[in-house]
């Protein structure tokens, strides 16, 4: 097991813009989530309705809109993987996180219902998100299925992030294994499993 690092994401990121002959920058990285969104077009919410959503993704990807470059790297990283993986500026491009409305939170908690599990990418301006602990908090009393993605630089072994992210597992990366065993949960000094055998076992408490 070992973490994703910066470095590998943010080298993701540059490979996937060089395909299309762009530079790793920030406005980079938005323009082709943009583009992303264009070539997916994925359904819109319905309107109210009192049937459960069916499960759609395997990951809710929680992160701050303000690293663009770690945002697209980890995204590609999982999707070339062979997760589907849901990312609001991929699957609900209208949304604007900078005006809140009851309309955006619907939206976010109705995917969120969607999707087996919930990661934090745990990037650079993830403590200044409003979102994350909402998502996180939300994830989790829905079906446990909450967990933290540290994004650390190469030369560091431990993640110590902002107090609440420690009582949730950590995701790390396991070599040698394919989709849906090559993501590691790590419960701290519990025990580990594989993604496909925590997202389908009861929760712990």
Same mark, same amino acid.
């Given at each position: 097991?070992?973490?994703?690092?910066?470095?590998?994401?943010?080298?993701?990121?540059?490979?996937?813009?060089?395909?299309?002959?762009?530079?790793?920058?920030?406005?980079?990285?938005?323009?082709?989530?943009?583009?992303?969104?264009?070539?997916?077009?994925?359904?819109?919410?319905?309107?109210?309705?009192?049937? %459960?959503? @069916? $499960? =759609?993704?395997?990951?809710?990807?929680?992160?701050? !809109?303000?690293?663009?470059?770690?945002?697209? &790297? +980890? #995204?590609?990283?999982?999707?070339?993987?062979?997760?589907?993986?849901?990312?609001?500026?991929?699957?609900?491009?209208?949304?604007?996180?900078?005006?809140?409305?009851?309309?955006?939170?619907?939206?976010?908690?109705?995917?969120?219902?969607?999707?087996?599990?919930?990661?934090?990418?745990?990037?650079?301006?993830?403590?200044?998100?409003?979102?994350?602990?909402?998502?996180?908090?939300?994830?989790?009393?829905?079906?446990? %299925?909450? @967990? $933290? =993605?540290?994004?650390?630089?190469?030369?560091?072994? !431990?993640?110590?992030?902002?107090?609440?992210? &420690? +009582? #949730?597992?950590?995701?790390?990366?396991?070599?040698?294994?394919?989709?849906?065993?090559?993501?590691?949960?790590?419960?701290?000094?519990?025990?580990?499993?594989?993604?496909?055998?925590?997202?389908?076992?009861?929760?712990?408490?």
């Amino acid at each position: 097991m070992s973490y994703f690092t910066t470095e590998i994401i943010l080298s993701v990121a540059a490979q996937y813009l060089a395909a299309t002959g762009r530079a790793p920058s920030v406005a980079n990285a938005t323009d082709r989530l943009a583009q992303e969104a264009e070539e997916i077009r994925f359904p819109s919410v319905p309107e109210e309705t009192e049937i %459960k959503p @069916a $499960v =759609l993704f395997d990951i809710f990807l929680s992160h701050s !809109s303000l690293d663009q470059l770690q945002v697209l &790297g +980890i #995204y590609r990283l999982l999707t070339q993987r062979g997760y589907n993986v849901y990312l609001d500026q991929v699957c609900d491009p209208h949304l604007d996180r900078t005006r809140v409305t009851p309309l955006t939170a619907r939206v976010i908690r109705y995917r969120m219902v969607q999707s087996k599990s919930l990661f934090v990418a745990t990037s650079s301006n993830v403590s200044q998100s409003k979102w994350v602990p909402w998502e996180l908090g939300f994830s989790d009393g829905w079906n446990g %299925k909450a @967990a $933290v =993605l540290p994004i650390l630089p190469q030369n560091v072994t !431990s993640f110590n992030g902002q107090e609440y992210f &420690g +009582i #949730y597992p950590e995701v790390q990366d396991r070599p040698g294994y394919t989709y849906p065993q090559d993501l590691e949960i790590n419960h701290h000094q519990s025990f580990t499993e594989p993604w496909d055998r925590w997202v389908t076992r009861n929760r712990v408490y």
